[in-house]
């Protein structure tokens, strides 16, 4: 496992000069992870590495896990690792701070290259699986590699500072897309909370006023001690008014006046009940009379 970028002129590469100098080149590739490593090259480094990650790898398919596919940018400014839906980078591997990239002879699927991380300062190891194009990758990021060095040398060494100065913005703007990202989630949640409480709790002032119970006739019930209400039955209605009992004649419940034997006439009853009858008015007479 070894890979030599020779920076001889008569070099033939597979691509041109301005598709890594001014764009990039893309590749689809499994992610099988990256590894700390003691050294910044080596191939013996390298394929230490590759057996920790691909034992990792096996224990993560057991479980059922599959392993992450990612996209690849080459260009002479570096590699991104980047979410192949979303194009979230995931890493971003300046050109600069790359010490050794190689493809594996005896398994042609996977290639590594070892980086220097710009926050740890710590070599990490990072090892991918392409069923096809595990050698053109090794291939391109050599081609890379010869590109910035000639860039370098036309430019003075002024060109290198320049990239520092643009990988170190490029940082900061994914530090702050990031934290944008995960302020939005946290609105976004919010809002869902917002509305959640919203239609499970009813505004106070939206309360529907009691109706009076009524029963089977849809009548409200009698209330001798309150007075005749003026709320509309269901119907809409109002109740009908309550008859004024009259206080000159009394009826009993069946309509019929309460009988008065000296209110009778005379050819009502016999002789002899009539006569004490009269007896009996003539009496009541005199007593009212002397009162």
Known sequence: MNRAFSRKKDKTWMHTPEALSKHYIPYNAKFLGSTEVEQPKGTEVVRDAVRKLKFARHIKKSEGQKIPKVELQISIYGVKILEPKSKEVQHNCQLHRISFCADDKTDKRIFTFICKDSESNKHLCYVFDSEKCAEEIT?????????????????????????????????????????????????????????????????????TPK?????????????????????????????????????????????????????????????????????????????????
Not at 142 to 157: M, P
Not at 186 to 207: F, H, W, Y
Not at 225 to 247: A, K
């Open 139 to 207: 291939l391109t990021i050599g081609q890379a590699f010869d590109l910035a060095y000639r860039k370098f040398l036309e430019s003075g060494g002024k060109d290198v500072e320049t990239r520092k100065q643009i990988a170190v913005l490029q940082k900061r703007i994914q530090d702050l897309e990031t934290e944008n990202m995960e302020l939005k989630n946290k609105v976004q949640d919010l809002e869902n909370q917002l509305r959640i409480t919203q239609v499970s709790t009813s505004p106070a002032g939206n309360v």
């Open 211 to 291: 109706c009076p119970s009524t029963d089977i006739f849809d009548m409200i019930p009698f209330s001798p001690i309150s007075h005749q209400s003026s709320i509309p039955t269901r119907n809409g209605t109002q109740p009908p008014p309550v008859p004024s009992r009259s206080t000159e004649i009394k009826r009993d419940l069946f309509g019929a006046e309460p009988f008065d034997p000296f209110n009778c006439g005379a050819g009502d009853f016999p002789p002899d009940i009539q006569s004490k009858l009269d007896e009996m008015q003539r009496q009541r007479w005199r007593g009212s009379k002397w009162d």
